[in-house]
């Protein structure tokens, strides 16, 4: 049974705007927090320089690159509701505000103070959220995570111990309960659920990466969430991994988890997702009905060039370039 929130409104933006300010020479990033237990309050005050007011830069012409020390919008007041059971897409060029857009969802940015007001971010009805108990609500399956869990220090993990670590929101085999019957019991219905029980004894290592992507969406199920966000979720897979793992994400879909999908590939966009959300610039190019918005004229005018769309009889969308 999927987890039921107490709101339907997933997700409700309101004048949002996020800035960046471009270091002047190279920085050094932190360690990633999903290393260490997932505790982090979410109404902590943000300590990052994205809360910095959105002065500077403003009136840049944005075909001039960005100079370094400038503050730059990746987001500008954006505003947009997401009900639960509206399948949506989030569309746009590299560089549009997809990845910015997602790490709101997932509480990695805040809005920044714009003009003296600060936007709202509302997600299943809360601006505040302890962060574990959001991924109770709603699952993520990121190209980071998948990096993450690629690697030898994750990757060492079996299908099924990569799973359980979801319930505790690490990354390490150290930080994760591995010996709970219910817990066991849970990640193994998640991976059936992605039809992946066959893995559960197989290192991370030893997977492909359609095999490992299954894995890390059963890790994100085991909360039984009511939302799954995912991020560009063939990317890496070859055209028969890529059609099997989109037909897991089909039947997600009809068993009622809501799907938020950011990509630039209209190839992954599937039949249940009704919705699509432009963006460009960090702003809403469009926002409508998929069978409006994704024509040759509408995209080629979203990614700059000349663009030709098809549909199969799968109903799902091709483009290519004819210019």
């Not at 004894?201 to 085991?222: C, F, K, N, Y």
């Amino acid at each position: 049974m999927i987890d039921e929130p107490a709101s339907h409104t997933l997700l409700r933006l309101r004048d949002v705007t996020v800035v960046r300010s471009l270091p002047a020479s190279p920085i050094t990033l932190p360690a990633s927090p999903l290393t260490t237990p997932a505790s982090r309050r979410d109404d902590a005050e943000p300590t990052d320089d994205f809360s910095t007011t959105a002065t500077a830069g403003a009136d840049r012409q944005r075909d001039e690159p960005p100079r370094a020390g400038e503050v730059v919008r990746i987001l500008d007041r954006i505003s947009l509701t997401i009900e639960r059971g509206e399948h949506t897409v989030i569309l746009g060029p590299n560089g549009s505000g997809k990845t910015s857009l997602l790490k709101l969802l997932i509480r990695q940015f805040y809005p920044s103070v714009d003009d003296g007001q600060t936007g709202a971010v509302e997600i299943w009805g809360q601006t505040r959220w302890h962060i574990d108990e959001l991924r109770k609500r709603m699952g993520v399956v990121s190209g980071e995570l998948d990096r993450e869990f690629s690697l030898p220090r994750s990757g060492r993990m079996t299908a099924l111990q990569a799973v359980l670590s979801g319930f505790d929101g690490v990354q390490l085999l150290s930080f994760t309960a591995q010996h709970d019957a219910a817990r066991i019991g849970e990640a193994a219905r998640a991976l059936r659920l992605v039809s992946a029980a066959a893995l559960a004894e197989r290192p991370l290592l030893t997977l492909s990466t359609g095999e490992r992507r299954r894995v890390l969406i059963a890790r994100a199920l085991v909360h039984r969430p009511a939302a799954l966000v995912l991020d560009e979720p063939t990317t890496g897979l070859d055209v028969v991994a890529a059609a099997a793992f989109l037909k897991t994400l089909s039947a997600l879909a009809d068993a009622g988890i809501t799907l938020i999908l950011v990509t630039h590939h209209i190839e992954e966009i599937l039949p249940e997702i009704r919705r699509a959300v432009l963006l460009r610039d960090g702003r809403i190019f469009a926002d409508g009905p998929c069978e409006d918005l994704l024509d040759g004229a509408m995209l080629s005018q979203l990614f700059g060039g000349v663009l030709e769309v098809g549909r199969g009889a799968d109903g799902r969308y091709r483009m290519w370039s004819v210019g």
